[in-house]
């Protein structure tokens, strides 16, 4: 073809999408609704990839203790960048005014003092923990919202979720199948070409027949106009990377369930206050949740969004105006289904005595039975599939109730 | 000897870069001899080290970017004063110019656009600009849409030409099995370019300096070139780091950054669960305050080298791992360090690591404790634990079911083209956009060793784009059955042969050569 206008590519590798047979698994979705009352539940899942410093975040001001610890990095409702008072003791980060609009409205809410059962300050055990959903780093190839669909009613199984980038996270890795999409800017390969390569992946190299079918899916469904990337910050990535996939959930055959990471978190240095580094990140998380609201459209009033990250930042600032890794952090949920207008806490306090090991914000409250209680309300799954296959072992952490509306 | 084109196949994709096109022997030499074959790069004297006209050394390059950075604030503040809009000297690409970008670590989804789209627009405006290199996607956008080319800054033009060096040796050397262990140890003990200027200024540098002349030496050495790096000081901010009780702590009332300490132990040496608690964190930052290099006004020193900076380090003696460290000084963090390097939990979590690279994900037992035992018993011998690898068995006989990474797939192409690189462009774009962006993972654990990180769907994908373009550009003069006598031979499968001899065009043919399981698994 010496046409290489992309506009034609496109639509070819689109034909061919809804076309082949083996590309049936997405594209044939069935619509996914709630028995009971007719919704379509979404549920997207950001991991922050670092450890997100959940006092500089959600800042508890009311404390006595945090100002002194938080020292040169710390908010405070007054002053030239002024936090966001959430209520009477909890206040926003300034870079967050979208996170603050959808918790008026009531569509947000913050879990504080909230933790996984991982004890140590390993990022990289922290975050298979966090997205194995295991009790403990026990390197295993499945995540737990893998696991969740497959525990999905029969009949009602999504049969596909979204990972988002160009690896999967491994919170969507595992038996259930998943799509991948990464927006990316390439001349793509003839569709003639990639069919006889999935065919001889398929004698040769089932895996990779897989991971390429897959692959070849979803790449245009996801693409606008403005999908082509832009130089830009990190800001104007992660919303690029947002809008892409509530593009490709807001279709009526499109996958429900997202997983994305956005990196950067671990702030040792230099962490900033209500401006610099940490705030910048904070902007572009916050315009990331505005892309996935506008971008779903009417199925924000069915999703969830829930943001975690591996563990928190020591409660104390370091040597270098940074802070260094710790436990207890926040977790976000933003979404037309959250009940909102809320932090949620059993605020353990910052006086040392109260600090974990003496230098973490106690954990107070287990992950597990936040991201329960968001896939219990919004899915159905059981009390037992939860404790057992989506989170195994976790039974003394009961799904939080209340969550979405 | 009888040919193995089998053994062939591991000597030249599991343990090296791949079958040269343009100089099919490799592959005749690999079987009839595979061992040997891949042994030979280990006996050659100096054969890992890098040299390249025009690459400095880390103080030059640091001079060279400490001047750079002056000739800007001095362009900035004439600006300023005559009432126009600052513009930098040369014009630099947005994320060495923001203060955010030069701080963050990569977004790791968003490596990809970020990197294209962001400071590697350094790249882009040559790469389209018909320059012959194999790797250069066919541009289908039309002229107009570029922007103009602008001229690179002494941090651009460093990291290619380091990026160049690295990628011509990969092309042209013989097997690849030492260059797959500097990217090894590179790996390992990564930085990352886009921690900012300097790191972007040195990551070339540092795995010259630090890294290859230690792979086939000891690993003790290599590790203390590595924490003594100013690169690796500046990526995990030790050069910040004070001691609280020392004289610039006093004065500064500022402390301690546990980040490289923390690393050291969990990354570099003893892993994960290998026996050592927070407190050991905490006070061998403590020994190693005052680990920095000289800054632009060289009151330490010549200005970019490592320096101990007696003022900033932690006075007193320090407990670590159940021995207490004198206060020597510098040596007293030479000696913590030489200890770790000896820890059992560093042979054991080296070994894990070592074997999973090279063999498979779920590495056999039987050989990690094997070369635990060998770099146990040479006290951290890294060419004795190369070659107990190539003398294993079960480094020969395990199916071929590893990924290539990115790079090892970019470079194994290259060579089957026989095709040097000129320009790096071409391969860092395809880099970012595989989400393996040279010399810049996303955390200090460097770019991930398994097959669920680079068989994903996406990923799979891309390559295929990839190896379309290629096919695309060169495939008109190739004779893709060939080509696949130099990959494979007859260790080539019948269906990867029939797929080929089918093509509906050379062009495809290539395109499907280059993304058969026998160049994508190794």
Redesign the interface.
Known sequence: MMD???NRLLTSRRGLLLGGASFAAWAYLPKFARAADGRDPRLIVVIL??ALDGLSTVAPVGDPDYAGLHGSIALAADGAHPAIMLDSFFALHPAMPEFARMYRNMHAAVIHAVATPYR??????GQDVLESGYAG?GRV?SGWLNRALEALPRGERVSSAL??????P?VL?GAAP?????????????D???M??V???R???P??AS?????????KAASGDDMK??????VA??R??ARGAAKLMAADDGPRIAA?????W?T???EGGPV??LA??LGGLDGALAEFESGLGERWRDTVVVVATEFGRTARI?????T??GTGTIALLAGGAVKGGRVISDWPGLKLANLY?GRDLKPTTDLRSVIKGVLQAQFGLSDRALAETVFPDSAAARPMKGLVT | MARDSQAALVALNRFGFGARGGASGDLINAATDPRGFVKAELNRPNGVLLEAPGLQSTPQLGQAAFAYQDQVKQAREAAAKAGTPAEAPSPQA??DQ?P??K????????????E???QM?EAKPADNAAKPDAMQ????VPPAAKPAPQPLNVIQKTFRAEALARLQRATLVECGFTERLVVFWSNHFCISANKGELARMWAGAFEREAIRPHVLGRFADMLKAVEQHPAMLFF??NQ???G?DSRA?QNRK??????LA?EIM?LHTLG?GGGYT?ED?TSLARIITGWSFAGRQGQLGTPGSFVFNTNAHQPGPQALLGKTYEATGLAQGEAALADIARHPSTANFIATKFVRHFVADDPPPSLVARLRDVFVKTDGDLKALATALVDSDEAWKAPLTKMRSPYDFLVASGRLLARVPEDPGAYLNNLN???QPLWTP??P?GF?DT????????????R??????M?ARLGNNIDPLDLLEFAAADAA?T??RR?IE???SRQ?AL??LL???EM??R
């Open positions: 290489c206008c992309e990839r670092g140590d300050r390993s990022h990289f055990d780093p190839q990972a988002v980038g160009p690896t999967t491994l890795r998943t799509v991948g999409w990464a927006p990316v800017a390439l001349p793509q390969a003839d003639d070409t990639a006889r390569l065919d001889l992946y004698h040769r190299d895996a990779l991971a390429l079918s897959q692959g070849l899916q979803l790449e990337p832009k130089p830009g910050n990190a990535q992660m690029q990377v994305l990471a956005f990196d950067g671990d040792h240095a230099n610099g580094r910048f990140l370091n040597g270098t105006d940074g260094d890794h090991e | 947005p994320a923001k955010d970008n701080l963050r670590r990569n977004l790791s989804l968003n490596t990809v656009m970020t294209i789209a962001g627009a996607p066919n541009a289908a995990l901010d910040q780091s004070l609280p702590g500022r402390g301690l950054n546990e980040n923390r969990e994960v927070q964190v956009l595989l989400g996303a955390g654990n991930p097959n669920a990180a680079w068989a994903a769907p996406e990923g799979i994908k891309l295929l784009d990839i190896a379309a373009q096919g499968s269906e990867t797929t089918r093509a509906e495809q395109a499907l993304m058969a399981p994508q698994r």
